[in-house]
């Protein structure tokens, strides 16, 4: 380009060369589906657990004991504490044991 030559309008692929191919350009190559099963690894991992659990593993007993945990958990509460307490129930927060009282 002479001196006294107009400018020319900039050309984005002039400066930067041949298109390159990727995501989002018109020579990229198509998306491929890709699924993966994972069935066989989670009834895999569920045997392991199953079996590391033993089999004297009583899940009802383990709920009744989570639940003594909590009776005891808020049992024996000061006036501050139950009306905390009351508060996280008519919240939603807890679930109401014993009648709306936590256990005496």
Do not use: I
Request: no cysteine; charged share 25%.
């Amino acid at each position: 380009m002479a001196p006294h030559d107009p400018p020319r309008p900039h050309d984005p692929g002039e400066a930067a060369g041949p298109r390159q191919s990727g995501a989002g350009r018109d020579d990229a190559p198509a998306l491929v589906d890709f699924t993966v099963d994972l069935t066989s690894q989670e009834v895999l991992r569920q045997a392991q657990v199953l079996a590391a659990l033993g089999p004297d593993w009583d899940p009802m007993e383990v709920l009744r004991g989570e639940e003594a945990a909590y009776d005891l958990l808020y049992s024996g509460l000061d006036d501050e504490q139950q009306r905390l307490y009351d508060g996280l129930v008519a919240a939603g927060v807890l679930p109401e044991r014993g009648g709306g009282r936590a256990a005496a």
